[in-house]
Protein backbone atom coordinates (compact mmCIF):
# COMPACT_ATOMS: atom_id res chain seq x y z
CA UNK A 1 0.00 0.00 0.00
CA UNK A 2 2.89 2.64 0.67
CA UNK A 3 4.70 1.97 -2.39
CA UNK A 4 0.35 3.23 -4.29
CA UNK A 5 0.84 5.75 -2.10
CA UNK A 6 5.09 6.77 -3.19
CA UNK A 7 3.92 6.19 -7.05
CA UNK A 8 0.69 8.76 -6.85
CA UNK A 9 3.37 11.09 -4.57
CA UNK A 10 6.17 11.02 -7.29
CA UNK A 11 2.86 10.98 -10.07
CA UNK A 12 2.19 14.71 -8.94
CA UNK A 13 5.52 15.85 -8.18
CA UNK A 14 6.32 14.81 -11.79
CA UNK A 15 3.03 16.95 -12.98
CA UNK A 16 4.25 19.93 -10.57
CA UNK A 17 8.13 19.92 -12.10
CA UNK A 18 6.19 20.12 -15.82
CA UNK A 19 3.59 22.67 -14.73
CA UNK A 20 6.48 25.02 -13.57
CA UNK A 21 8.38 24.53 -16.95
CA UNK A 22 10.53 21.46 -16.19
CA UNK A 23 12.83 24.20 -14.08
CA UNK A 24 15.77 22.38 -12.09
CA UNK A 25 16.44 23.12 -8.88
CA UNK A 26 13.15 22.31 -6.67
CA UNK A 27 12.47 18.62 -6.37
CA UNK A 28 12.39 18.84 -2.71
CA UNK A 29 10.15 21.58 -2.80
CA UNK A 30 7.69 19.64 -5.36
CA UNK A 31 8.07 16.64 -3.54
CA UNK A 32 6.92 17.88 -0.07
CA UNK A 33 4.48 19.55 -1.68
CA UNK A 34 3.24 16.94 -3.73
CA UNK A 35 3.24 14.55 -0.16
CA UNK A 36 1.14 17.21 1.26
CA UNK A 37 -1.49 17.10 -1.60
CA UNK A 38 -1.47 13.48 -1.69
CA UNK A 39 -1.59 12.52 1.41
CA UNK A 40 -3.72 15.19 2.73
CA UNK A 41 -6.90 13.20 1.99
CA UNK A 42 -5.87 9.61 2.44
CA UNK A 43 -6.82 7.53 4.93
CA UNK A 44 -3.31 5.44 4.41
CA UNK A 45 -1.49 8.72 5.52
CA UNK A 46 -0.74 7.19 8.79
CA UNK A 47 0.60 3.88 7.35
CA UNK A 48 2.91 6.14 4.80
CA UNK A 49 4.35 8.45 7.30
CA UNK A 50 5.23 5.71 9.54
CA UNK A 51 7.26 3.64 7.03
CA UNK A 52 8.63 6.75 6.05
CA UNK A 53 10.22 7.50 9.35
CA UNK A 54 11.41 3.80 9.63
CA UNK A 55 12.98 4.01 6.03
CA UNK A 56 13.52 7.54 4.73
CA UNK A 57 16.13 6.64 2.08
CA UNK A 58 13.33 4.46 0.15
CA UNK A 59 11.45 7.40 -1.34
CA UNK A 60 14.77 8.30 -3.85
CA UNK A 61 15.81 4.29 -4.32
CA UNK A 62 15.33 2.76 -7.85
CA UNK A 63 14.62 5.92 -9.40
CA UNK A 64 15.90 7.53 -12.36
CA UNK A 65 17.55 10.43 -10.64
CA UNK A 66 19.04 8.25 -8.43
CA UNK A 67 21.36 7.09 -11.73
CA UNK A 68 21.12 10.34 -13.38
CA UNK A 69 23.56 13.16 -12.09
CA UNK A 70 21.95 15.45 -15.19
CA UNK A 71 18.52 14.68 -14.48
CA UNK A 72 18.63 14.84 -10.55
CA UNK A 73 15.77 17.08 -9.74
CA UNK A 74 13.31 15.35 -11.35
CA UNK A 75 11.13 13.16 -8.91
CA UNK A 76 10.13 10.52 -11.69
Not at 6 to 17: C, D, G, P, V, W
Not at 25 to 39: C, K, P, T, Y
Request: proline share 5%; net charge negative.
Amino acid sequence: MAELVERKIRTHARRLYQDRGQVDGHALQDWVQAESEVLGNSILAPLYRKIRVENPASQFENSPEADNPVNSEVLV
